[in-house]
């Protein structure tokens, strides 16, 4: 009965903070208003609920074995490129910028913050064959900050094993990270590029947060 009691209480209050967010409006940041049944969809699978077109939404796998939508909070222009935020029904967040994790909160492996260097932006990306840059995150549980990451990028083909739903993935364009000559270094990263006449957009993307939690997401629901 208490843990029964504990798990109700943990939802309720996630889906307090969550209608706090949504509510919350700044001056620079994108206004959200949603009912949370439009967010938790009283049970439904998430690829079935009625989604208000006037609101962005991500469909986010955690963990390898649940999906969730997160409803976009707001945008954070900066020089590097907009950050956008997204949140849960549960209280979860995933900032993203360029397609790439910068900050996470409430899962099970957080990066708190995430810092690139020597990053190359996705139109300049498409015209090479492979690349490298540096990474470094602070994670939890686990204090860890300031862990430095060497990372090369190239493009590989269409994977067959992905999260990735209502898309082809041979009509992306797909590109692989992984983690170059470290102890800790983690699984290979994944993005899908769809190519526009206004250049390149990640539509899918997947990243393993420690060896054993990771995360994909796409925006939801999938554009023509």
Not at 25 to 53: M, Q, R, Y
Request: glycine content about 8%; proline content about 5%.
């Amino acid at each position: 009965m208490q843990q029964v009691s504990i798990k109700w209480l943990r939802s309720l209050l996630g889906y307090c903070s969550l209608f706090c967010l949504l509510c919350l409006t700044a001056c620079g940041h994108t206004p959200v208003s949603l009912t949370l049944f439009e967010v938790v969809g009283a049970g439904k699978s998430i690829d079935k609920i009625t989604l208000n077109p006037n609101l962005s939404y991500l469909r986010v796998t955690v963990g390898g074995d649940r999906a969730v939508l997160m409803v976009l909070g707001y945008l954070e222009p900066t020089t590097n490129g907009t950050i956008e935020t997204w949140y849960s029904s549960e209280g979860e967040v995933l900032k993203l910028q360029n397609g790439r994790v910068v900050a996470t909160k409430g899962l099970a492996v957080d990066w708190v913050a995430t810092r690139y260097s020597s990053l190359h932006a996705w139109p300049d990306m498409v015209r090479r064959m492979s690349s490298e840059f540096s990474r470094q995150t602070d994670q939890m549980p686990g204090y860890r900050f300031g862990i430095d990451e060497s990372i090369s990028i190239a493009s590989v083909r269409a994977p067959n094993n992905s999260n990735l739903v209502g898309v082809s993935a041979a009509n992306l364009r797909w590109y692989e990270e992984t983690v170059r000559g470290a102890s800790h270094g983690l699984p290979s990263a994944r993005y899908g590029l769809r190519l526009t006449p206004s250049g390149p957009v990640v539509v899918y993307g997947e990243q393993c947060l420690s060896n054993d939690f990771c995360i994909s997401w796409q925006p939801w629901p999938v554009k023509p």
